[in-house]
C-alpha cells in the first residue's frame, strides 16, 4: 500500500497504509487470555482476591477498605482514607471552623508529616504565595504556542517546560526536590487556569489572565482566576477547597502516583516525574473519569425518556455495560474502585454538597436520575461481577458539583491535578528518601525462538 505524502490537513486521517499494518499487527499479536492463568500474571499488579500486590511502604497515606477478622478472612467495609494516620474528612471539617486552607493544611501534612501549628500553616501559605508565579513571558512562549486541545496536555508541556527555566533541574537531592515540589504545589493552578484562558481565546474568546494575589488560598486563586471579572462566592470557594483535600491523595498504589513512584525510582528530574503521574492521571479510568462521567450523564439524559424510572435507566445502562452504548466503552464511569468495596468516602462527602447544592439550585430531577445511575449500575455491575460490594467513587458526583458551581468541564480533571501534586510529592520524596529499587517487574515473553529470514525468502 503506498505512503501518502503528509500535508497538513491529511496529518490526522487514517489512510489505507495506516489500515494494511493494523492487520498486519493483529496477525502477530494475539495472546490467549489462558497463558495469562498458566503463567499466574499478576495483571494490573493485583492478586488473586482483586487486592493489589504489595511493592512498597509508605506512611503518607491509608485506604482502609476491608474489615479483616480473627481468622484473617476479610469482608468489604466502608472505606476511609488516613492522610498521615488522620482521617481526611475530619481535615475538612476542621477547617469548616478556620476559613479556607485546609488544602494548605493537607498539603503540609502529606508533605511532613504532621499538622501545622497556625504560624507553621501561615508561613507555608506565604512560601508557596511567593512561589505563585510562572517565569516572565511563559504564558506567550509555552502555554500559548500550540493550541490547547487538551488542558491536561498543556500543563504537562508547562511543566516538562518549567525544567528549562530551572538553574538546578536535575539535582534530586530531598532539598532540591522540596522547593521544585514547592513551586509546582503552588503554579499548578495558574498552569491548569492559563491553559484554560489560552483555550477559551484559541476558540475565539476574548483572553484575559490575571496574575494569582498573594493573600488567596490555592482554592481561592483557581477561582479569581477564572472569571473576567475575578469575582467568586464563599460557598464556591469552600467548595473547592474541599474538593482539593479529598482529591490530595490516595495511597502509594494510584495509577498516577505508582507511575510516580516508578519515574521516580529511575532517578530522574521532578518535572518529568510529575509530567509522567499527569499522563496518568489523564486517563478516562482514574482521573480523568470525572470529565467522563458527565459526558455519560448528557448521553444518558438524551436516551433515557424518564429519569424517575429505574427500568429504563437500567435498561440502557445495560447496553452501556454490553459495549453498545454511549463511548462503547463497557464502562459505567464513576462507578467501581480498585480498592474501596463498600463506599469511597471521599464520594460520600460530595453526595453530601450534591443534596445541597441541588435543592438550592432546582437541580432536583438530575439528582434523580444520578442517584437512579448510581444504584441501578451498582446493582447490575454486582450481579455481572459476582460481587457483593461496590461503591460509587470519588469522580461519581464531583463533575456535578462543579457544574453547579459554575466550573467549565474542562477543568474537572486538572482541577484533580491541582491537589494530586501534593500527594505525589510526598510520594516522590519518600521514594528518593529510601533509596528504593529501580522498579522493575518482569514480563514473560510468549513469542516462539526462530531464524532470521533473508529478505528475498520471505
Ligand atoms: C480517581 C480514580 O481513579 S477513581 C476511578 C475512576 N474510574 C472510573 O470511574 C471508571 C469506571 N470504573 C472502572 O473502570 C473500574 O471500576 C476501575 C478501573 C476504577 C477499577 O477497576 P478494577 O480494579 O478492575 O476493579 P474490580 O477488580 O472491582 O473490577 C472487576 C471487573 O469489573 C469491571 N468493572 C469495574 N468497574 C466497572 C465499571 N464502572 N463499568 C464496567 N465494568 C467495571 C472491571 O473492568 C473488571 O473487569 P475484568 O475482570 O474484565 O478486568
Ligand atoms: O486509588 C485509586 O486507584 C484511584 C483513586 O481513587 C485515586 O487515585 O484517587
Known sequence: MPWKVVTENAYCEITPAIRGLKQQWEKNNYINPQLYRDYDVKRGLRNEDGRGVLTGLTRVAEIEAYKVSGNESVSPADGILYYRGIDCRTLVTGSEQRGRFAFEEAAYLLLFGSLPTRQGLNDFCVQLAAYRTLPKNFFKDVIMKAPPRDLMNTMQRGILTLFCYDDDPNNISLENVLRQSLQLISNMPVLAMYAYQARRYSLGESLFIHAPQPELSTAENFLYMLREDCKFTDLEARALDVALVLHADNGGGNNSTFTNHVVTSSGTDTYSAIAA??????????????????????????????????????????????????????????????????????????????????????????????????????????????????????????????????????????????????????????????????????????????????MEQR
Not at 355 to 382: D, P, S, W
Not at 406 to 417: D, I, S, V
Open 277 to 454: 503521574a499527569m499522563s496518568s492521571l489523564k486517563g478516562p479510568r482514574h482521573g480523568g473519569a470525572n470529565s467522563k462521567v458527565m459526558q455519560m450523564m448528557e448521553d444518558i439524559k438524551v436516551h433515557v425518556k424518564d429519569w424517575n424510572d429505574p427500568d429504563q435507566v437500567a435498561i440502557y445502562l445495560d447496553k452501556m455495560l454490553d459495549k453498545q452504548a454511549f463511548d462503547n466503552s463497557g464502562l459505567i464511569y464513576g462507578l467501581g474502585h480498585a480498592v474501596y468495596t463498600r463506599s469511597d468516602p471521599r464520594c460520600e462527602v460530595f453526595r453530601e454538597y450534591v443534596v445541597e447544592l441541588a435543592e438550592e439550585k432546582g437541580r432536583g430531577a438530575e439528582l434523580a436520575l444520578y442517584q437512579n445511575v448510581e444504584a441501578e449500575g451498582k446493582r447490575l455491575l454486582m450481579a455481572r461481577r459476582h460481587k457483593d460490594a461496590l461503591s460509587t467513587n470519588i469522580d461519581f458526583y464531583s463533575g456535578f458539583v462543579y457544574e453547579m458551581l459554575g466550573l467549565p468541564q474542562e477543568l474537572y480533571t486538572p482541577l484533580f491535578a491541582v491537589a494530586r501534586i501534593s500527594g505525589w510529592s510526598a510520594h516522590r520524596m519518600e521514594e528518593l528518601s529510601e533509596g528504593g529499587k529501580l522498579i522493575r517487574p518482569r514480563y514473560e515473553c510468549v513469542e516462539a525462538h526462530r531464524e532470521y529470514v533473508p
